[in-house]
């Protein structure tokens, strides 16, 4: 079963604008990560927020991480074509048997309109 | 840096046939898995190894076996191949063996798999 889950589906933006992604998720976590995935091309890492951290940067991108909610944003701020590619978050339990695995959602596509 | 590397990266089999994709690492990670991807599906995890010698299934292993006799190989079996096992197929390896929570993955640029 999928432990995060992103909205919205598909996301269609003009260049410079903001994009922002959502993802909920069902149990507690350790961490929540953020991966980008370009057409044909196997996942890169972008972000590794900690349960205990709030608000994370890394360049263009903004993640949020509200735990009483379970849930987490990315904001990709000054949109390029280049972004254009599937967004993932993954998580993985706190405890139990599944602590070593890491569950990812099913994606949002964002595309990038030039 | 070759980081995860898989091989092949296209592959046509028929129905009831057996095959090996291979997935090596360079980066001496202790933790690798597999996993595939379909459409609307996201990534399900197939199996992952914490160490040499130390496999563990994950959601969806039927059909598929593992072995790592080594740290930086991780070769996926498929037993005989079925329509239903089309799919993309990923490798990814983790620094630490507590798995790929604190660490993040690095992954390998998928296997595209059609069993016909």
């Known amino acids: 079963s999928q432990q995060g889950e992103e909205d919205p589906q598909a996301l269609s933006i003009q260049e410079g604008e903001n994009a922002t992604m959502n993802c909920s998720y069902k149990t507690s976590i350790n961490n929540l990560q953020w991966y980008r995935q370009n057409s044909g091309r196997g996942l890169v890492h972008l972000i590794l927020?900690?349960?205990?951290?709030r608000e994370k940067h890394s360049g263009r991108l903004r993640v949020t991480l509200d735990t009483s909610k379970k849930s987490s944003s990315l904001l990709i701020t000054a949109s390029r074509a280049a972004d254009t590619a599937s967004y993932f978050c993954?998580?993985?339990?706190?405890?139990?048997?599944?602590?070593?695995?890491?569950?990812f959602g099913s994606g949002t596509q964002l595309t990038v309109l030039p | 840096n070759a980081g995860v590397t898989q091989t092949p990266k296209f592959q046509v089999l028929k129905t009831g046939q057996s095959m090996t994709l291979q997935c090596a690492q360079d980066m001496n990670h202790e933790y690798m898995s597999w996993y595939r991807q379909d459409p609307g599906m996201g990534l399900r995890l197939i199996h992952y190894?914490?160490?040499?010698?130390?496999?563990d299934q994950g959601e969806v292993p039927n059909g598929y076996n593992v072995s790592r006799s080594t740290t930086e190989d991780f070769p996926l079996r498929l037993l005989s191949a079925a329509p239903s096992q089309t799919s993309v197929y990923f490798c990814?390896?983790?620094?630490?063996?507590?798995?790929?929570?604190?660490?993040?993955?690095?992954f390998g640029s998928g296997t595209r798999l059609t069993v016909v």
């Open positions: 190894s914490v160490g040499a010698g130390i496999t």
């Open positions: 990814a390896s983790s620094y630490s063996n507590r798995g790929p929570s604190n660490y993040g993955y690095t």
């Open positions: 927020i900690r349960s205990n951290e």
């Open positions: 993954a998580t993985g339990p706190s405890t139990g048997s599944s602590a070593r695995q890491l569950t």
